[in-house]
């Protein structure tokens, strides 16, 4: 009986650990950066890099669920070299600061040279990180691709320009150049649509042009339509005040400014925002550093 018993558990456990094997998702491998930076160029692959946080919930999330994934698994471990990396010890912390991290979890696809690829952040689905790892092996299938190179063929029309610049957002891409290019060929912009309203909150800073008058006239509108976007470009005016005082080398230019910024931040922020002399006492203090 014990003759017979042997094999038998022999085949068990050759199918359990088959089993645990496929059901792993995504082989984490043991290295330090530079190690798999190393391998991914001899190789001839990019990296995934998990970078996390022991305390962070999202992250645990992220490996006991997302991580897990049989598809993922095999998808990632194929085609990419993967690292987990504390973003608050050693190699984790010195890519924190080289791409200017600032949440937890976040995912990066590095290129064996170290350049990033493209950036995940927050606990997603596993889904979407084989759509991100896919669009990394072949950028020319991406949506963002597509209308770069349209742009690049000469297309300018606005509804397009619109979309293209959107999409290098959601990519963290820097849009400066098209948003300029954009407001030379469309000047015009309708506040109320939510596109234009976009290219407003990015490319226009002058107190003087019409459009930040009518912004600043119509906030509580503009609110109710647009969100905390409005919130983000009044705090980024108060930026552009402090700026243009430095390069003038005048602080009279922030509490003249404040003048026109404080009714249409007194309207959004009502109770919760702050009086207009610790305004200019906060921002004179940041002119004086």
């Known amino acids: 009986m014990n003759v017979l018993k042997k094999p038998i558990m022999a085949l068990f456990i050759a199918l359990f650990m088959t089993s645990t094997a496929n059901a792993t998702g995504i082989n984490f491998e043991h290295l330090t950066l530079q190690q798999g930076l190393e391998k991914a160029k001899k190789e001839n692959k990019n990296l995934f890099i998990d970078v996390y946080a022991t305390w962070c919930g999202p992250c645990k999330y992220l490996t ?76 020319e299938s991406t949506a963002i691709y597509k209308l770069q190179k349209r742009y690049d063929e000469g297309e300018r029309d606005r509804a397009f320009m619109q979309e293209l610049i959107e999409a290098m957002l959601n990519e963290d891409q820097e849009t400066e150049e098209v948003v300029v290019e954009f407001l030379d060929k469309h000047p015009k912009l309708l506040l109320e649509n939510e596109g234009d309203f976009l290219i407003f909150c990015l490319g226009i800073d002058d107190l003087q042009d019409a459009h930040t008058v009518q912004f600043l006239k119509d906030v509580g509108t503009l609110k109710e339509l647009h969100g905390d976007i409005v919130n983000t470009k009044i705090s980024l005016m108060f930026g552009v005040l402090i700026d243009d005082a430095v390069s003038k080398g005048d602080p009279k230019v922030i509490d003249e400014g404040l003048e026109k910024i404080f009714p249409a931040y007194e309207l959004v922020y009502g109770e919760d925002g702050y009086s207009k002399k610790n305004l200019s006492e906060m921002l004179l203090e940041v002119y004086n550093e």
Do not use: H, R, W
């Open 64 to 139: 006991k669920s997302v991580f897990t994934d049989e598809y993922l698994g095999k998808f990632m471990n194929e085609n990419f070299i993967c690292l987990k990396l504390d973003g608050e010890l050693a190699d984790g912390e010195s890519l924190m600061y080289d791409f200017d991290l600032d949440s937890y979890p976040t995912m990066l696809f590095l290129s064996p040279e170290k350049a990033m690829l493209k950036k995940i952040v927050g606990a997603v689905s596993s889904t979407e990180i084989n759509k991100v790892g896919q669009g990394v092996l072949n950028p």
